[in-house]
T-cell receptor
C-alpha cells in the first residue's frame, strides 16, 4: 500500500530554532508538493518540484524557508529561524501529472 | 488565480441522511479532486474527477467542467463521514498546483 510518509509527525520548538521536515514521496511519482494548513489561510501551496527540480516556490517566505529534494526519495522543508506565525500543519504530497496523494502532515508549534 | 468556492460551509445530519456538497470554480481546470479530512487531520483522496461522474460505495461525484462546478453526493451518511470535505483544482496554467476551497464541515449525529 504505497503512501507518502512524513517525519516528524509533531514538532514543538522555540522561536528562533531551525526546523527540518522530511517527506518520502510515493515511489515513481515525479512531482512533490509542500502545502501548509492554518485556520486563517486554509490549505496553501508553498513549493513544488518536478523530477527533483524546483518549479515554483512563490508561496514560501524566502528569507526563512527553504525546500530541497536531494534525491528522488527525500524532500525537505526547512525553516530558519522559526517564528510563532509558522505554527501550522505542513503537508507533503506527491503525484504524476494528475492525482495528488497527501502525507499525514507535520504539526509544527513554535512557542 | 483560480477561485474555488464550496457550499455549504457547515452541514449537520442525522445518520442515514443524504447530502450534496457543491464546488464552484472560476476558470477551466485540468484536475479536480475531492478530499475528506478526518478528525485526525489526514487528507484522504475521495475522487479524481476533472469531468464526468464517478461512484465509490456510498459516495459519488459529478463534475460539469463546462459549467465550472462539481458535486459530491453522500448517501446513507454514517458518523464516520464526519470531518471536512475539500474540493481542490488545478487551473489551466497552474502546472499541477492545487488550489483548495475553504471546505464543508460535515457533522453526522447518531
Amino acid at each position: 500500500d504505497a503512501r507518502v510518509t512524513q517525519t516528524p509527525r509533531h514538532k514543538v520548538t522555540e522561536m528562533g530554532q531551525e526546523v527540518t521536515m522530511r517527506c518520502q514521496p510515493i515511489l515513481g511519482h515525479n512531482t512533490v508538493f509542500w502545502y501548509r494548513q492554518t485556520m486563517m489561510q486554509g490549505l496553501e501551496l508553498l513549493a513544488y518540484f518536478r523530477n527533483r527540480a524546483p518549479l515554483d516556490d512563490s508561496g514560501m517566505p524566502k528569507d526563512r524557508f527553504s525546500a530541497e529534494m536531494p534525491d528522488a526519495t527525500l524532500a525537505t522543508l526547512k525553516i530558519q529561524p522559526s517564528e510563532p506565525r509558522d505554527s501550522a500543519v505542513y503537508f507533503c504530497a506527491s503525484g504524476n501529472r494528475a492525482e495528488q496523494y497527501f502525507g499525514p502532515g507535520t504539526r509544527l508549534t513554535v512557542t | 488565480g483560480i477561485q474555488v468556492e464550496q457550499s455549504p460551509p457547515d452541514l449537520i445530519l442525522q445518520e442515514g441522511a443524504n447530502s450534496t456538497l457543491r464546488c464552484n470554480f472560476s476558470d477551466s481546470v485540468n484536475n479536480l479532486q475531492w478530499f475528506h479530512q478526518n478528525p485526525w487531520g489526514q487528507l484522504i483522496n475521495l475522487f479524481y474527477i476533472p469531468s464526468g461522474t464517478k461512484q465509490n460505495g456510498r459516495l459519488s461525484a459529478t463534475t460539469v467542467a463546462t459549467e465550472r462546478y462539481s458535486l459530491l453526493y453522500i448517501s446513507s451518511s454514517q458518523t464516520t463521514d464526519s470531518g471536512v470535505y475539500f474540493c481542490a483544482v488545478v487551473g489551466g496554467t497552474s502546472y499541477g498546483k492545487l488550489t483548495f476551497g475553504q471546505g464543508t464541515i460535515l457533522t453526522v449525529h447518531p
